[in-house]
């Protein structure tokens, strides 16, 4: 079956880095886009970076310049590369794969960027 399981959260300062990473099992991970989102309570999930299965990467403009999404196709791993992290950034960040018409998410890893 499909899993997908994020690591790699904590409690950075603002300024800081963090990597994320997505470990994808149970599908042909190379065919598919993979993303990233992030949800804080009370909000929407919102969509913060996704890459295809070709390699094109896309972001939401509060996090251009500051976050690269990139994939290892040996390794089955998506991975969200988080710097110059701010207070607003703090979430759970997810990921997703989108199957046909069936979206998978990972359990998240919290994030949170505090002083």
């Known amino acids: 079956q499909v899993q997908l399981v994020e690591s790699g959260g904590g409690l950075v300062q603002p300024g800081g880095s963090l990597r994320l990473s997505c470990a994808a099992s149970?599908?042909?991970?190379?065919?598919?886009?993979m993303s990233w989102y992030r949800q804080v309570p009370g909000k929407q999930r919102e969509l913060v970076a996704v890459i295809t299965s070709g390699g094109i990467t896309n972001y939401v403009v509060s996090v251009k310049g500051r976050f690269t999404i990139s994939r290892d196709y040996a390794e089955n791993t998506v991975y969200l590369h988080m710097s110059s992290l701010k207070p607003e950034d703090t979430a759970v960040y997810y990921c997703?794969?989108?199957?046909?018409?069936?979206?998978?998410w990972g359990p998240g890893t919290q994030v949170t960027v505090s002083s």
């Open positions: 997703q794969a989108q199957l046909g018409l069936v979206n998978y």
């Open positions: 149970g599908f042909t991970f190379s065919r598919y886009d």
